[in-house]
């Protein structure tokens, strides 16, 4: 389990904040472990900001949403500027759905850093394909804390790490939940990649 470096100081000096990723396939607790470290925050008396990219409306408009229906406030962003618009005096900010924003959320996570926050990010390292999902690669390359986290394989029951699409749409995005995905080990999903 993770346990959060500093998580009693308010604010961390200017140039001392830090970057947080969380990354794995679909269905493997990248949501929940999020919204975990975000209300311990929260109890922490820290000030938070919650956003996520205002395309995934799959469980809720505004709320950022786990499988398992753990739920905390968040503000829907259409671009990834727009956070460091609206993350204010906040000391942790938390971004779900990291691989849907445009690159800009690169420098936006690193401009929040240097200013001192704390800055946590959940999302899938690979696409429907097998293939890394920029930009989550270069946000793991530049985090201070790198968490992968598994799901358990639908056809073995073995670890999985891949997200296999069970529709024939080839769009790189395709919002959806179990009707579309299920989370395969590397065996399972190369046995019936097409």
Do not use: W
Not at 2 to 19: A, S, V
Not at 39 to 53: T, Y
């Amino acid at each position: 389990m993770f346990i959060e470096p500093r998580i009693g100081r308010k604010k961390l000096p200017e140039g001392k904040g830090q970057i947080e990723i969380i990354c794995g396939s679909m269905f493997s607790g990248k949501t929940e472990e999020l919204i975990r470290r975000l209300n311990r925050a929260i109890i922490a008396k820290q000030k938070v900001e919650i956003f996520k990219p205002s395309i995934d409306k799959r469980y809720d408009t505004s709320e950022v949403v786990s499988h398992d229906d753990a739920r905390i406030r968040s503000t829907p962003v259409n671009f990834a500027e727009d956070i460091l618009l609206l993350s204010g005096d906040c000391d942790v900010i938390g971004i779900d759905e990291v691989q849907f924003f445009d690159s800009q959320i690169i420098s936006v996570v690193q401009k929040l850093a240097r200013q001192g926050k704390r800055v946590i990010m959940a999302g899938l390292d690979m696409d429907f394909k097998g293939k890394p999902f920029e930009p989550v690669p270069q946000l793991m390359a530049i985090a201070e804390y790198v968490t992968k986290v598994h799901a358990i394989c639908m056809k073995c029951g073995d670890l999985a790490s891949f997200s296999f699409r069970k529709t024939s749409n080839e769009e790189k995005v395709l919002l959806g939940e179990k009707e579309s995905y299920e989370a395969r080990c590397r065996k399972c999903f190369y046995e019936d990649l097409t």
